[in-house]
């Protein structure tokens, strides 16, 4: 392995990007401090320049983490952004039981999802986990730049649902003519969970019993606008992301904020996690009056069977 040209000064922005001039008949790249030190171990180059996207609509999902089973959450994240017309999961991972890695292997195998393993050799404090948050927005951002046209960045708990609106996220999607909206944003309504999920897979009854999506109805009133939204943006027009909204739009591109009768987040919190229902509930309470809500009854037989058919294919050998 050789060196293509002389070093060059860059600088990192937005957070954690570095941006590298193109090199003829590069193959890897790498950094360091200064021009003449010995570089970090090279990283093999992906080239993204195509001039059409590979997928329309796909998700990018926030870093894995903690010891509770995910595998029905995960079933139930995928199948649900399937229905409303995604084609492609970039999902990230600090830690994950080996029992749900089994369907996350899957889903890469059936070229469906590739899985991000956020990790480094610097021994971290487990308690700021969650700040690798921030890394995996800004690295999904990029990473989903050229290849897809559209990315919802959601948590495993959330599902992006229209109400109203009688198509699929990909259908609204397909039907914005304004080339300067950016992105759209919506706001969340909170639906409580204070149970824990199953450990693992017994059969297609079980799984129609704990999708939380079925199982679950107490809802909050939406949230205020701004307050902990989600969003669905072109990567190509955003330059800088944080969790609940797009930091930087690059020049002339705006965010759409949706109207609750147009689609919201559906967030299937856990109360008992982090002692949220301890420190947020009672904000969220203060926001109106909760309701029962259902899942939206059109997509409810897809999801339920898709998830079954997945979830039996992967585990039902195991018993």
């Known amino acids: 392995m050789h060196e293509l040209g002389e070093p060059f000064k860059s600088v990192v922005f937005p957070e954690y990007n570095v941006h590298c ?3 003829e008949g590069a ?22 320049t195509q001039a059409e996207p590979t997928h329309f609509f796909s998700v990018c999902l926030s870093p894995l983490y903690g010891k509770e089973p995910k595998w029905l959450l995960l079933a139930e994240l995928v199948e649900h952004y399937k229905l409303q017309g995604a084609t492609f999961f ?18 890469v195998r059936t070229g469906e999802a590739e899985v991000i393993v956020l990790d ?17 927005l ?32 990909s259908d609204y999607l397909m039907n914005i003519m304004d080339e300067k909206i950016g992105g759209i944003l919506f706001r969340q309504r909170w639906i409580l969970r204070d149970e824990k999920l199953p450990l693992k897979y017994t059969d297609e009854e079980q799984v129609a019993t704990w999708m939380p999506t079925w199982r679950y ?15 669905v943006i072109d990567p190509k027009k955003a330059l800088i ?22 689609g919201v987040v559906r967030h299937y919190r856990d109360v008992n996690a982090g002692q949220w229902g301890q420190i947020w509930l009672k904000r969220v309470e203060e926001m109106g009056e909760f309701s029962l809500t259902n899942y939206p009854a059109k997509w409810m037989d897809s999801l339920r069977l898709n998830i079954q058919r997945r979830l039996h294919y992967v585990y039902g050998g195991q018993h």
């Not at 890897?28 to 993204?48: C, G, K, N, Q, W």
């Not at 960045?153 to 109203?164: A, G, K, Q, S, V």
């Not at 107490?218 to 969003?231: I, M, R």
């Open 90 to 107: 970039y999902l990230y991972t600090k830690y994950i039981d080996k029992y749900s890695k089994t369907l996350l292997h899957d889903y």
């Open 241 to 262: 992301v944080n969790i609940h909204f797009v930091e930087k739009f690059f020049e002339g591109y705006s965010m759409y904020e949706m109207k609750p009768s147009e």
């Open 217 to 231: 109805h107490n809802t909050s009133h939406v949230g205020p606008p701004g307050n902990t939204a989600k969003f």
């Open 21 to 23: 001039l193109p090199r």
């Open 138 to 169: 800004q690295e999904c951002l990029t990473r989903a730049r050229g290849h897809s046209k559209w990315v919802a960045f959601i948590d495993l708990d959330e599902r992006i649902t229209p109400t109203e609106y009688p198509g699929t996220l």
């Open 27 to 48: 193959v890897f790249m790498s950094l360091s401090d200064t021009p003449t030190e010995i570089h970090e171990y090279p990283v093999a180059i992906t080239d993204r």
């Open 120 to 136: 480094d050799r610097i021994q971290r404090i487990d308690a700021f986990s969650r700040y690798w948050h921030f890394l995996e």
